[in-house]
């Protein structure tokens, strides 16, 4: 079972622009969440990207620090990942993650199916 659903992912040339939605697969939508970016290119661990949670807190891999936005305008609204001045490292498989009403630090048990991000040189 899917619990969330990516989209958005694609090819791009470097220095290009995607944006990556998520959504949940039921169409029901929390009011006290923690979700994340995740991603996964070959050969390599699943690392955290962005991080956003209902008290507005947001966090950022350093390596895409000011290029990459997490955003969710409200609760019953898609989670995004901005991302500007794609490079070549950032290829890889990207989730979606959530928990929500978490207590104490966040468990991640609601998962994507991933969606493709590709960046050319």
């Known amino acids: 079972q899917v619990d969330l659903v990516e989209s958005g992912g694609g090819s791009v040339q470097a220095g290009g622009s995607l944006r990556l939605s998520c959504v949940p697969s039921s169409g029901i939508y929390y009011s006290r969440y923690c979700m994340a970016w995740f991603r996964q290119a070959p050969g390599k661990e699943r690392e955290e990207v962005a991080y956003l949670d209902s008290d507005g807190t947001t966090r950022y891999a350093d390596s895409v620090k000011g290029r990459f936005t997490i955003s969710k305008d409200n609760p019953k609204n898609p989670l995004y990942l901005q991302m500007n001045n794609l490079q070549p490292e950032d290829t890889a498989i990207y989730y979606c993650?959530?928990?929500?009403?978490?207590?104490?630090?966040?468990?991640?048990?609601?998962w994507g199916q991933g969606t493709q991000v590709t960046v050319s040189s």
């Open positions: 993650a959530a928990e929500y009403y978490p207590v104490g630090a966040c468990d991640y048990t609601r």
